[in-house]
């Protein structure tokens, strides 16, 4: 057992953080820093610039354009980033369809599709939750038809990030349903422009957009488009989702919103004293500073064990469980912080007309209610805690 | 001991909740979130028109001599239906500050026309340093003539920007954080020097910062004694404390049905979710927190006009405990509606952000464990 990264990892480390501080506009990273969310033209800028380093796709092998980096040093790139603020690339490109598409697709789709994931050209939204279809995900509905050379695609996706923005869909439909219900489930990329396709904003409780209602009506779909074999799609969603699981603990940005209440905290006032001085707080955020101990070993223990030529199975779900909980825990420390103003709740967009009026107290209180407000999303998204717990109960534990 | 409702309490519940369920359905509130206002004034005329707005006000002072336990009445179903109405900021403040602490003069000229619905009031008190504590005041009042200059800053002051009349704090003598030493004003929000930044808050409300730059008033402008605010103040935060409690729970009573409901009819692997035990435990915990913060709730509301120490130590346990619990059901209750919790056109996200500042106004949990124990020991 060795706790230290060889130095060569170490080298790598800095690389990565000189390259980023080189790189990353200083207004990203502080937008990033705050939970304020950053928009497509200048992810999409920040994307081009990791492309033409190399670096945007760690994980993908050398011949489809990526890093094809060890594990050690993909989770050093990670952290790297995560302590920068870099903002996260969209994964539904990167980090979703492309892998599907290199271990599954057909040699036409992988030259067509990847280039433009890779350099963001085009952006990616992922079509699994309905409205009756969320935690239980094999009962989906929307129904592709076999026409001969096209389906013919109807139905309706919800929660589908970016929709709004996307040039394509990759969507699980319905084939077939004589059998089991994963059985019939195929895996298709619409091309977001097609006729019959309305995306409709869903506002959530911070005010914010980004997730949407897709409907789908008489969508004509070429055949070309569908990956691999009809009927399969249910195990490249599994192959997926565990892509999705590597890479979900967020550490590195726990750590830097540690960083950000414990710099909130010295600002605010108890009785005089600053508040980070004051006992029961600063109990009560060591108490959240060794949990995040606690994941970011787990974290290193597991990727040890993948490293050592293990599987990474149904134990990621712990650090999605922990990694959210750790998150909400933080951004209520950071309300707590706040004091009295942790009230005022402008969202961006409703106060364009108010941009010669004086900032609402502090400016690092910017963000700070959005993050703490969407970031109940965290513990439902993804496969909700619940269902995660659900996980582990089965699959490591066996009940 | 009786914890049940008189006749007259019940019919007053009746005429509330036939209101809420009439006219405050969450597609009329939406509308008045989006107004200028943030609230409507034909709703505050009604308030009035009911009787609402002076229930709790002694006979002397215009009001129908009611007791807390009207307040708590009333802002239980206020929690239910989320109003956003100032009646907090104007009656339980407002009027509770000119009730407790105003000459005969000020109660005639202050309560009658709000009672009547014709006067709306706020009451800044909270400063940038001040946190939750209610004697650190910087805020000063200068001597000048007859009357003072005062210069300083209130923050987050729910609905100071429609008041017609703001009741402030500031400094004749002491240091900072001494309980003596603090005097009540009522300023003209017009009035030279006073600026208003007032904004939109998490749940749905306005509020204000007030900034008083050498703003002057008269000597019949002090509310109270001179130097003497702090016990009045630490009694009508109190009463705001019950009264919030009281939101607080008709809030999670109502986000409790809300959510049981879903639990029922939302089906995923064949069955309602609601089969599911972990969800059913989870749904249990939400009820029993709302029915220990509603034995809390009516414990409050029968100590607040009691001896001193013995509200004191009500209000800091009723609010520390019913911080949790509204923290607890509000989160639960977005995480068992699943992604339909996240979204503004439904229901539960609201009770989720009223619940959550609930339990930040007028002191946190922390805040009031502290002093809970500061004050039993």
Known sequence: MDLAFSSEDRAFREEVLAFVEANLPGEIRDRVARGLGVGKEALTAWQRTLHEKGWVAPAWPRNYGGAEWPLVRRYLFQQVMGEAAAPDIPPFGVNMVGPVIYTFGNEAQKARFLPRVLSGEDWWCQGYSEPGSGSDLASLRTRAEDQGDHYLVNGQKIWTTYAHLADWIFCLVRTDDSGRPQEGISFLLIDMKTPGITVRPIITIDHGHSVNEVFFEDVRVPKENLVGEPGKGWTYAKFLLSNERTGIAHVASAKRQVARIKSIAGAEEIDGRPLIEDRAFRARLAAVEVDLMALEFTELRLLSKVQGGGTLGAESSLLKIRATEIQQSLTGLLLEALGNYAAPFEAESEDDARRNEPPIGPDYRDGALQQHIYGRAATIYGGSNEIQRNIIAKMVLGL | MDFEYSEEQTLLKDSLRRFIDGRYDFESRRKLLASSDGFSRDNWRQFAELGWLGVAFPEDSGGFAGSPVETMII???????????????????GGGLVEIAGSAAQKSEILEPMIAGELMLAFGHSEPQGRFNLADVRTTAEK?????????????????????????????????????????FLVDPRADGVSIRDYRTVDGFRAGDITLEGVKVGADAVLGTVGGAHPAIEAVVDRAISALAAEAVGAMERANEITNDYLKSRKQFGVAIGK???????MVDMYMHAEQAKSLSCMLAMKLDGPDRERALAA??????????????????????????????????HYMKRLTMIETLFGNVDHHLRRYAALAD
């Open chain 2, 75 to 93: 802002m239980e179903e206020f929690g239910r239906g989320l109003v956003v109405e100032p009646y907090l900021a104007t009656v339980v403040l």
């Open chain 2, 144 to 184: 000048d003539g007859d009357g003072y200059r005062l210069s300083g800053k209130k923050i987050v002051v729910y609905h100071a920007g429609v008041a017609d009349r703001l009741i402030v704090s500031a400094r004749t003598s002491g240091d900072v954080r001494d309980s003596d030493g603090i005097t009540l």
């Open chain 2, 276 to 282: 599911f035990q972990v969800l059913q435990h989870r």
């Open chain 2, 316 to 349: 800091a346990a009723t609010k520390a405990r019913v911080g949790q619990a509204a923290r607890f059901v509000g989160e639960q209750a977005v995480q068992l509606h699943g992604g339909m919790g996240m979204t503004e056109e439904y229901t539960v996200g």
